[in-house]
């Protein structure tokens, strides 16, 4: 058993496929993923709906059996040794199985029991403190937010001290409050040393949360990295200039002279002009325009979005990437 592995998670070749029922033909839900997560990271899986997320989110927790290749989780491996790799690891899924006539300090103590914690009152009154809960923890469940139910989710999943905690989307339909709220809880779980692989469909939660993440469609990889690498391949920041129509081609030879610039696009009102440093570059766009006697009406620059990395690389833009258009 490697134990001094610095990867929290390895996988390699990772296939899952379905069977149909009744006479239905199988689908290939997981298409030969591989993906190293280093220790003491928050990693990230961004897809839509339908892309395998939760899938691959299972066979890692030995709750789904893998068709083909291997995966091994803190230091285990998964098919050979399912056991310890469930000793080792926490997991909060998306149905949350919390009894709502107990209360946070009931419940979670149960599940101190359920893993025989030594000093389980200490351990308990540890992790209502993390999650921020001491003052609920004796309300019963019902009483509870769907925010302070995630939290508490969160608790009962680290009762046992793992070294990898798995979240299968952990702010799907919380409002943005909560959500904030959580995120903060994940960070605080992560700064205590323990290695975060979560799942989500929204863009803000894997920028804002994730060091490292995969992006997932089909039940393929498409790309992977720090998000701002990720927005970095796609290389330009861009500058949209306000402009009439009659200004165009003299905007567009102007703007020839632009040090760093990648392209030009005609904008919905003016033009899009593609270039390496965004922010370095606005001052010469105004300039060269003003130089060619064309004064723009606006000027406004924006980054790359997690959004637009899913559109070069699938195609389509993301489902649902943002909580409220979820909603
Ligand atoms: P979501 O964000 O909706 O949870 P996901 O990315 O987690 O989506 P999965 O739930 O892993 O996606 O589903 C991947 C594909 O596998 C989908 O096409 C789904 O219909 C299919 N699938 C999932 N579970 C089963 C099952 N038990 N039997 C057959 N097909 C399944």
């Not at 083909?68 to 230091?75: E, K, L, M, N």
């Not at 790799?85 to 029991?113: F, N, S």
Request: charged share 25%.
């Amino acid at each position: 058993m490697d134990t001094d592995s610095e990867f929290a998670i390895e996988v390699r070749g990772l296939v899952k496929r379905y069977r149909g029922s009744r006479g239905q033909a199988g689908i290939e839900a997981v298409r030969g993923i591989d993906l190293s997560v280093r220790r003491g990271e928050v990693f990230g899986f961004l897809g839509p709906n339908g892309a395998g997320k939760t899938t691959i989110v299972r066979m890692l927790c030995t709750l789904l059996p893998i068709t083909d290749g291997q995966a091994r989780v803190a230091g285990v491996d998964v098919v050979k040794n399912p056991a310890e790799v469930r000793r080792r690891i926490g997991v909060a899924l998306q149905e949350v199985g919390l009894d709502p006539r107990q209360t946070g300090r009931e419940l979670l103590e149960l599940q101190c029991g359920l893993y025989r914690v030594p000093r389980p009152a200490a351990r308990c009154a540890e992790l209502l403190a993390l999650v921020g809960l001491s003052e609920a923890a004796d309300r019963t469940v019902k009483t509870y937010s769907g925010g302070m139910r995630r939290r508490l989710d969160l608790a009962t999943a680290l009762v046992h001290e793992p070294q990898v905690l798995f979240l299968d989307e952990p702010t799907t339909g919380l409002d943005p409050a909560s959500r904030a709220t959580v995120w903060d809880e994940v960070r605080r779980i992560n700064a205590a040393g323990t290695t975060v692989f979560l799942t989500t469909q929204y863009l803000e939660e894997a920028d804002q949360l994730c060091r490292r993440l995969a992006i997932i469609d089909d039940g393929r990889l498409v790309a992977d990295g720090t998000p701002d690498s990720l927005k970095a391949k796609l290389g330009s920041d861009v500058i949209t200039v306000g402009l009439r129509p009659d200004e165009h081609q003299a905007a567009r030879d102007a703007l020839a002279a632009l040090p760093g610039l990648d392209h030009v696009t005609d904008a919905a009102e003016g033009l899009a002009v593609y270039v390496g440093e965004g922010a370095a570059a606005v001052a010469d766009v105004v300039r060269l325009l003003v130089e060619a006697g064309i004064r723009p009406g606006t000027v406004s620059l924006a980054r790359p979005t997690l959004d637009d990395v899913f559109l070069a690389s699938t195609g389509r833009r993301i489902e649902g990437g943002t909580p409220e258009a979820a909603a």
